[in-house]
């Protein structure tokens, strides 16, 4: 790809984890958002807690980039979809530069496919020359790869930086483009599906305070002119969101349906409870012509009128499970919808929320009640039961049943099923993978752990659409 051709963009790649890459991401979209250049956010891999970062800092979206959800040729469609009306794309990488779960799924991979220069983040706590050589190390691993620069975190002090900026500029290594001191007021909270959600954070000011952080203290410092030759100014300039109050509602991907066309309505659970869906899968149903509605299982007394559908993305309902037990006339109103046939889907989190609740580990007690539409409950782990990525089939027929083919997914959760699905007369299984079963399905009802791309296979977001609008006309509206 000639010089001329080349796309506009970067890669932000780390080491390992932990190196501060979301930090630094976040540093770039805001700093190159203040220099009027409209940015689309993307994030490597299939983590849904990173992109709500992104989206804290520029206004919109941004999706996922993984080869294994995507052949080559669509996730290249992703990217340039994605920055068709943008200055350039800014991607967070995942783990370090070189890990992936599966083959081609590493950030090098996908920097390497787009062809997009790559900015490094090395966490340099008590490194002063030494940094040079994990700088080489990656070049001679992957001479290819185009280094735009670096970003150093968790640097001590502005010597700290000089001594680091100093070592960089030796042998012809690329630059330091700036540095991340350690700052406690930077440090993101974590629990154990990753970072501490924006919506969470943004109810008790933290997040107006780290983004001020940003704004004042490092983005000042980073080299714009070295950085920004990657982008395209475009008119008119992008509109930077203030410091404070939650993220829209997955980053305003409904604000551009128009909703007199309109086929069916699917309500979106969408709370501190439930916040993990991909962009890309609401996106598509939008464009099918699906009304997204969105509703707190948390705060609302009843749904929204008028539904076809339900879904519950993932999420943490075993944080917040008193208030989700608590609130009685939000589960009646779920149950109530369930009599009327129409689908409700639960992903994960979502699931959980479909059976009797969460039990204590020791001596089984029900801890709180759920909605209870299946019939088994779950009890939290102390360690991750599984992670990974799945593909999976329908099997059967009914409401969700693909007319062909695979639709692929990921999997990570601590908690697990009290008692096997399978065992329940009144359940089936709700996918096949590798010939086990995944889930359970019960009806109209149907649950698994799996946080499913539905891009992966555009027949599972027409199936799921053409049973909303069978919802629509068989079911019996409920009171």
């Keep these: 790809m000639a010089m001329s051709d080349r796309r506009n963009g970067l890669v932000v790649a780390g080491l390992s ?21 409209d940015v689309a956010p993307m994030k490597c891999g299939p983590d849904f807690i990173d992109p709500r970062f992104h989206e804290a800092c520029v206004s919109g979206p941004s999706f996922n980039l993984d080869r294994y959800f995507l052949s080559e040729e669509g996730l290249i469609k992703r990217y340039e979809t994605s920055i068709s009306e943008k200055s350039g794309g800014v991607i967070e990488g995942v783990m370090g530069i070189f890990d992936g779960e599966t083959k081609g799924t590493s950030t090098a991979d996908i920097a390497r496919t787009l062809d997009l220069p790559v900015i490094l983040v090395i966490n340099s706590k008590g490194l002063a020359e030494t940094i040079k050589a994990l700088v080489k190390g990656v070049m001679v691993h992957a001479p290819g790869l185009r280094i735009l620069g670096v970003i150093a975190t968790f640097t001590g002090s502005k010597r700290h930086g000089d001594i680091l900026r100093e070592a960089l500029g030796k042998d012809g290594l690329p630059p330091l483009l700036g540095t991340i001191e350690r700052n406690v007021a930077l440090e993101l909270p ?11 954070l943004s109810l008790n000011g933290f997040l107006e305070r780290f983004m001020d952080t940003i704004d004042s203290e490092i983005v000042p410092g980073f080299s714009w002119e070295l950085i920004e030759q990657h982008f395209q100014k475009r008119d008119p300039k992008p509109e930077i969101p203030q410091n404070s109050g939650p993220v829209p509602f997955w980053g305003g991907i409904h604000r551009g349906h128009n909703l007199q066309t309109a086929k069916v309505r699917l309500g979106i659970a969408w709370d501190r409870a439930f916040s993990f869906y991909y962009p890309e899968n609401l996106e598509m149903l939008s464009e099918l012509g699906v009304d997204l509605v969105p509703f707190s299982p948390m705060e609302d007394s009843s749904l929204p009128e008028d539904l076809d559908g339900l879904l519950f993305g993932g999420g943490y309902p075993e944080l917040y499970a008193e208030e989700l037990s608590g609130n009685q006339a939000m589960k009646e109103s779920v149950r109530s919808f369930s009599r009327t046939g129409a689908p409700i889907v639960g992903e994960c989190g979502g699931f959980l929320y479909l059976t009797r609740g969460p039990r204590n580990r020791q001596d089984g007690e029900l801890l709180h009640e759920f909605t209870g539409l299946f019939p088994t409950s779950f009890v939290m782990g102390e360690k ?12 059967g027929s009914g409401p969700f049943a693909m007319a062909s083919g695979f639709v692929r997914g990921h999997i990570f959760h601590y908690s697990f099923l009290l008692n096997d699905p399978s065992e329940e007369a009144s359940t089936s299984p709700a996918f096949l993978k590798s010939g086990e079963n995944e889930g359970m399905k019960m009806g109209n009802v149907m649950g698994s752990y799996l946080h499913l791309y539905f891009p992966s296979n555009p027949e599972y977001a027409r199936s799921l659409v053409a049973s909303l609008a069978r919802s629509q006309v068989n079911k019996v509206r409920f009171l």
């Design 17 to 37: 984890s932990g190196s501060g890459k979301t930090v630094a991401t976040m540093a770039l979209l805001r700093g190159l958002s203040s220099r009027g250049l």
């Design 190 to 200: 974590e629990r154990h599906l990753g970072l501490v959600g924006v919506k969470e």
């Design 384 to 395: 991750l039961r599984r992670l990974g990525y799945a593909e999976v089939s329908h099997p």
